[in-house]
């Protein structure tokens, strides 16, 4: 696909980058910090998710734009340069969508300007949402069954069109901004439909960063965004959402890329948010709802109270975890010539979800946050000094599942459960629980069962008090070991892989 870049832009990207050099940055270590005012400040969302109600007035439940504009008074207070939004903005992708979306801008942003008078750049780019959200469920044609309506509320219907009407800016499908001498590139959803998983990716970024390869200051970080991850980068391979790979091919040859990518709504909290290898990749979370259900996709057992991601399991006696109302996060993001600063917070309860992300410059010279590094250097999570694990029996349903295609119907049925109550994982400070392995150990030394358990307040900050309820999991008895004695035992797991000490029960009557 070719990549539409005016003769306008192509000039003034000319003027704005560097020439490249075989320059190296200059090394600083982890730890130091400039001093004083940052050179660029940025805020970071993505998946604000704002939807048109069901009667093509005002706003549908929970999808309005009180938490966005929270958001950005918060990014204002902070003296943000800029605001970046990684893609689904528009719920169902229409017009008025978008247009509730400048008008919240605006009364934050005035003419795009902070109190004291500053330009603050938006750098927003379209998501599978924006791009296709109209055909999702028949939306915007059960509002306007008459398509010459419809055609003039869809983005689709002219998305260069619909941008520059709304925002008042020059559209292309990749777009470039300068904001105190920083480049920012950003990519907008391109590749048709969404296949979930595995992405298309977007078409011309190759080319793209290929042809402007000697264009890039050496001696910077630059920043690019897309709305799907860039495939082997944050949450590994196993990542729901990522793209087909061309992203992370287009930047390899600059250590100083720093990406950003959002669609699978994985949490900040998740430690596999940020990656170093070639580049540098962060994913965005969501401004809307977190996900959970996919951090474990790679797993075929699921969580007990996963949703509906591709592990779900009609089996299952819990419900999902459910975080429509809370989970909404961004990233506040901080330049200076010695390190980049990632702070993460949540937006409902105004909390910190953790240590800023410090990543030293050179990214080249150092990688604190590869996997293996940023893992060795974390904590395990930790039970509480005397924690007990109590196991007892009730009655309760599996979730069943309705026939689809070839697969008959599965029955909610109700059966024996076992109801493993725990205390929260979080004694040791910085050692934070992300989900709890349980395991069924025969006696005999049979097969063990595994199964995985969200931890409760996984996406909340540390001081969040859901962070400390007690854990309560259910498993249905015809899911475990039988005729034979076994017992359970519980292990906390930090987002990182890294496991803490484990509880056990008393031995348990074999099932018959």
Partial sequence: MSTNISRRWFIGGLAS????????????????????????????????????????????????????IHTFEWFRDQGVDAVMIVGDIADKGLVD?????????????????????????????????????????GYAKKIWADE???????????????????????????????????????????????KGKEETGIGGVEEFFAANKKLLD?????????????????????????DDGRATRALTPFPNAIAFSGHSHTTLTHDQSIWQGAFTSLGTSSLRYTGGAYSKARLPE??????????????????????????????????????????????????????????????????PFAYA????????????????????????????????????????????VYVLDFPAANAVKGGRVFDYEIIAVPKDGGKKVKRYLMADGYNMSPDNPRTWRPQTCRIAADQLPKGVEFRFAVRPVNSLGKPGRAIASDWLPAIT
Avoid at 122 to 131: A, M, P, T, W
Avoid at 150 to 177: G, Q
Avoid at 218 to 242: L, R
Wanted: proline residues 5%; charged residues 25%.
């Fill in 17 to 68: 980058f560097g020439a490249f050099g075989g320059n190296r940055f200059f090394r600083a270590h982890a730890g130091t910090f400039a001093q004083g005012r940052p050179n660029v400040t940025f805020g970071v969302v993505s998946d604000v998710h704002v939807r048109l109600g069901e009667t093509g007035e005002g706003f549908a439940k929970d999808y309005e734009t009180s938490t966005l």
């Fill in 97 to 137: 969508e978008l247009q509730f979306v400048i008008a919240a801008w605006l009364k934050v942003f005035p003419n795009d300007k902070a109190p004291d008078g500053r330009h603050v750049q938006r750098l927003f780019v379209y998501g599978n949402h924006d791009y296709e959200g109209f055909n999702y469920g």
């Fill in 148 to 194: 010459t309506e419809r055609a003039k509320h869809v983005l689709r219907t002219d998305l260069k069109a619909n941008w520059e009407n709304i925002f008042h800016e020059e559209y292309s499908p990749i777009m470039r901004w300068d904001v105190n001498g920083y480049t920012f590139v950003g990519a907008h959803w391109t590749a048709d439909k969404c």
């Fill in 218 to 242: 050496p001696k910077k970080p630059f920043f690019y965004f897309q709305h799907p991850h860039p495939k082997d980068t944050c949450y590994g391979s196993w990542a729901w959402g990522h």
């Fill in 302 to 367: 699921g969580y007990e109270n996963g949703g509906g991601d591709a592990a779900f399991d009609p089996y299952k006696i819990m419900a999902g975890y459910g975080s429509t109302r809370d989970g909404r996060q961004g990233m506040l993001v901080k330049v200076y010539d010695s390190h980049v600063s990632f702070t993460r917070r949540e937006f409902v309860y105004d909390q910190s979800l953790g240590e800023d992300w410090v990543l030293p410059l050179p990214a080249a010279e150092s990688k």
């Fill in 373 to 416: 590094e940023h893992a060795k250097r974390s904590l395990a999570p930790e039970f509480p000094a005397g924690a007990a694990l109590i196991v007892s029996q009730a009655r309760g349903k599996n979730r069943g599942a309705a026939a689809k295609g070839k697969n008959p119907a599965i029955p909610a049925e109700e059966k024996n």
